[in-house]
């Protein structure tokens, strides 16, 4: 699959070196979309002067050069120094008739770690969770697509003070005879009934303080307990993902535990090299360019008063860990907006130690947050987060009740498993397609509408459009031939050879609700091509021709609908 803005540029790039005598490599011809045309090149803008020419001047020359090129119709400048391209026909056609959409481009030679969902041990994923998880799963899966090497890098909580009350209110209910996967079924509960205890009871309060101790000395009976309780967690995880259908699994796992043996000689190593002092018995670093509500240096507190490690440290250790051993190219922590003054801090401490270098990108995708219908944080009525598996149960739920009002569809089972595939997709795709560092409104019965920008309206017209191909290729020969004779054939040819560089796009911006936008776009481009041209009653090469956009838009739509974790059903 070959790319407009892809076949073009090499041309643009050897026109401007004829003209300017510049190294063809270094040239950027600057090719974007163009309201006039279908491609245009704005290089003139940036190279003519320093030549002696007019960007009119310079534009013309590369207007000149373009025009014997055979995949370009037509070359023109216009003002202030554009080249307005526009693509020959016959070379849309070529491509439409090549058209097959790979199942990853090939190697980029990046290496690129994504830091996503990121839960806490003992605690349910709830609403918060949703935009860290379904954002970071869809950049994982649009950055290995475009051939990165993705390393995906689940950070839980999984260390720490809490444990030895969850530990101890763990052998008090395995003593008592209670269920002993509470924890995977019901989180929340069994970390409430710790806490309850914690600070009720002084006696369990002092257990509890004492096992601390015994879990960050590496007591193997401590250790072993703290096993079984992120196992627990493991299987409720799992069990979230599964329903979500992100890609995420146990070897993904990095959580704050990893790093536990590592902290000692890390917090050693910065007091050597002067970035960490002793400040009231707790070991602080103070990053440059930091200050305090006092106006005094911000400080990250690596080793508490008491010898523990807070999560700053792990988050370095992290950090360090990416670069030195994952040979990281690119960090990416998609992670919650409040959280950016902290990462700043972090990568700024890694820098001063010298462990983060220009070598390694470091990027913080900013999430926003989900809200109810009164423009605050979304939360039950008694003021709760929203278990995050009670909200995908009602999204299917929803599209279950959308499917037996307007579908065709008679077996049970088939019907629920596309109101799954719908349901889970409408989450999905409502969160994806906003900017993700902003807030919007969860509205289940918008996300799960036949229409409008939602997932079930892409998933129904990639229903409708194998419908249609089944139908076409059941009654008649099918050929070869794609011919272009309507301007909405053309416009739709031109979008599906655009989507290569739509996830580029998604990719280099780190952003998926571009991706989004131009799923949406095509769709839309495919309705006015199907309202515009006939597909089964038009004459033989017109129909053959109109059934080779159906099956291209159908392979583009799947494939970007994959990008984001989202399935098509074969019917709706």
């Known amino acids: 699959m070959i790319s407009p803005f892809s076949a073009v540029r090499p041309l643009a790039q050897k026109a401007i070196s004829g003209i300017l005598g510049l190294p063809a490599a270094d040239i950027d011809p600057v090719v974007r979309e163009s309201q006039f045309a279908d491609l245009q090149l704005n290089a003139a803008l940036a190279l003519s002067r320093r030549h002696g020419m007019t960007p009119m001047e310079l534009a013309e020359l590369i207007a000149d050069a373009l025009g014997g090129e055979p995949l370009i119709a037509e070359a023109t400048a216009s003002k202030p120094g554009y080249v307005n391209i526009v693509l020959a026909d016959s070379w849309i056609e070529q491509q439409i008739r090549d058209l097959s959409i790979p199942t990853r481009l090939d190697p980029s030679g990046r290496r690129v770690v994504v830091d996503y969902s990121s839960p806490n041990v003992a605690k349910e994923m709830h609403v918060g969770h949703l935009r860290t998880t379904v954002v970071g799963d869809a950049l994982v899966r649009i950055l290995d697509w475009l051939g990165n090497d993705v390393i995906k890098q689940n950070h839980i909580g999984d260390w720490g003070t809490p444990f030895g009350m969850l530990i101890e209110h763990a052998l008090d209910a395995k003593s008592s005879g209670q269920d002993a996967h509470e924890l995977a079924e019901d989180p929340n509960a069994f970390y409430q009934a710790a806490r309850e205890k914690f600070d009720a009871d002084e006696d369990f309060a002092t257990r509890a303080r004492l096992r601390v101790v015994l879990l960050q ?99 370095v250790a992290a950090l360090k860990y990416r670069v030195q051993e994952l040979k990281a190219d690119s960090v990416v922590y998609v992670v919650g907006s409040p959280q950016a003054n902290h990462l700043e801090m972090v990568w700024q401490l890694t820098r001063e130690a010298g462990w983060l270098t220009p070598a390694t990108d470091v990027t913080h995708v900013k999430i926003g947050n989900v809200l109810g219908p009164d423009n605050k944080i979304l939360r039950t009525r008694s003021g709760k987060s929203f278990k995050l598996l009670d909200l995908v149960a009602e999204a299917v739920a929803r599209a279950h009740k959308v499917l037996v009002e307007s579908s065709s569809l008679e077996s049970p089972d088939e019907m629920q498993a596309v109101a799954r595939m719908i349901g889970t997709g409408a989450v999905k795709y409502a ?46 020969q099918v050929t070869n031939t794609v011919v272009i004779s309507l301007p909405e054939e053309r416009q739709l040819a031109m979008s599906l050879l655009n989507f290569e560089a739509a996830v580029e796009t998604a990719g280099e911006k780190l952003e998926p609700h571009r991706l989004c936008a131009y799923l949406f776009a095509l769709t839309q481009r495919f309705s006015s091509f199907y309202d515009a041209a006939p597909v089964l009653n038009a004459e033989d090469d017109a129909r053959s021709s109109r059934l080779a956009l159906c099956r291209a838009t159908e392979q583009v739509l799947v494939q970007g609908l994959s990008l984001l974790g989202i399935r098509a059903p074969q019917r709706m």
């Open 431 to 476: 969160d994806l397609s906003v900017a993700h560092d902003t807030e919007y409104i969860f509205d289940l019965d918008r996300m799960v509408s036949l229409s409008g920008n939602t997932a079930p309206y892409l998933q129904y017209a990639v229903a409708r459009i194998r419908s249609l191909i089944e139908r076409g290729e059941r009654t008649g």
């Open 217 to 315: 000395a590496g007591d193997e009976a401590t250790l072993s307990l703290w096993s079984d309780l992120v196992g627990e967690s493991k299987t409720y995880f799992n069990k979230v993902y599964a329903a979500l259908e992100v890609s995420l699994r146990d070897e993904d796992l990095a959580g704050e535990s990893t790093y536990n043996a590592q902290l000692p000689l890390l917090c050693e190593d910065l007091e050597k090299i002067g970035l960490a002092t002793v400040s009231e018995g707790a070991l602080c670093a103070f990053p440059e360019g930091f200050k305090g509500r006092d106006s005094q240096p911000a400080a990250l507190i690596l080793r508490k008063s008491d010898g523990g490690y807070g999560y700053a440290t792990t988050d």
